[in-house]
């Protein structure tokens, strides 16, 4: 196909008319690490810890994530590497967690809501894990994500946490750092309420699997909605724009680590919305980084106004071809 037939790039590619957007790897385990780089990918917007902790009897501890983490960090020496905190739930088995069975998992305790809850005592061998990881790496630079955010107050319970174990790690003599702070936009709450985030992060990163499911009501993977819960819904568009409008203008940078920013049909429009960081599996990072270098962000600006106005994912699909 055109994705896996587009040569690699190197380094950071610009729109023609010099606006930088960084393509970055979405990976699952650490043997997608060096895939990703290969692809040319920038760095990780998007490092899925779930796999240290899925499949096994009991969590990893703090040395064995540390381990992880520091991978990361050094296969990217130029480059950014955002670690998403545990996103787990009760549609996933996790034996010694003891997650509770729900009749709508997807609705339930996951993510943030667990790390600020049942998960305390993970979320924070998490982040010390993670700040070691940094303190002990002089190359690249680590980025902290939380999974699933719908409130301020949310974010302000992690923001007390993480720095409680920069406190405690600078007691113990590493030379720990507050890292790059950012949330998921995956909720229809994160999206209206981004203003309200801007002054505690450092970047949003928008979440289209989980938001497209929530802004539409049309479960993920679920064929029979596959129709309802396509990226290309205006209403979905208008989320992602509302996350957008609310970093305009502020030091908050806005990416996006759905499938939705993997589809070079869409790198345009995405660009036109105002997203300066596009994650995707590695597979997709030439063919992305190929259609930016095309892209002039005037039109690309008209183009996301016209199917910000549009009614229907038809016509935002007769828009984009
Ligand atoms: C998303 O929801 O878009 C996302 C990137 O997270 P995940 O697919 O892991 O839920
Ligand atoms: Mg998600």
């Known amino acids: ?42 760095g990780v917007g998007l490092f899925r810890t779930e796999f240290l902790f899925l499949d096994r009897d009991d969590a990893p501890d703090e040395d064995e994530q540390y381990a992880a983490y520091r991978e990361a960090i050094e ?11 545990l996103d787990v739930g009760g549609d996933k088995p996790v034996p010694y967690l003891d997650l509770p069975a729900e009749e709508n998992p997807f609705l339930g305790e996951r993510g943030i809501r667990r790390s600020l809850g049942p998960d305390a005592d993970l979320f924070e061998t998490q982040l010390r894990a993670l700040l070691r990881a940094d303190a002990d790496t002089d190359v690249g630079s680590l980025a902290v994500m939380l999974p699933l955010v719908a409130t301020v107050e949310e974010i302000e319970a992690a923001e007390t946490v993480l720095e409680g174990v920069v406190d405690d790690l600078r007691d113990e003599g590493v030379d720990a750092e507050r890292p790059e702070f950012g949330v998921m936009i995956e909720t229809p709450a994160a999206a209206f309420m981004a203003d309200a985030f801007v002054p505690h992060v450092d970047f949003f990163s928008i979440g289209t699997n989980d938001l497209a499911q929530y802004v539409m009501a049309a479960e993920r993977g679920n064929d029979a909605v596959a129709d309802l819960g396509d990226f290309r819904q205006p209403a979905v568009l208008r989320a992602i724009d509302a996350a957008a409008r609310a970093a305009e203008g502020t030091d908050v940078w806005v990416g996006m680590c759905g499938e939705m ?43 996301a106004e016209r199917a910000l106005a549009a009614a229907s994912k038809d016509e935002v699909t007769d828009l984009l071809t």
């Open 75 to 85: 296969t990217f020496p130029d480059g950014r590497v955002v670690v998403r905190t």
């Open 1 to 42: 196909s055109e994705d896996a037939t587009a040569p690699v790039r190197e380094g950071a590619v610009e729109t023609v008319d010099g606006t930088e957007i960084e393509v970055a790897a979405n990976v699952g385990t650490p043997a997608e690490l060096g895939p990703a780089a290969e692809r040319g990918a920038d």
């Open 261 to 303: 920013a993997g589809d070079p049909e869409l790198t345009e429009l995405l660009v036109g919305l105002g997203l300066t960081e596009l994650s995707m599996s590695a597979v997709t990072v030439p063919a992305v980084k190929a259609r930016v270098a095309e892209i002039d962000t005037e039109a690309a600006t008209a183009l």
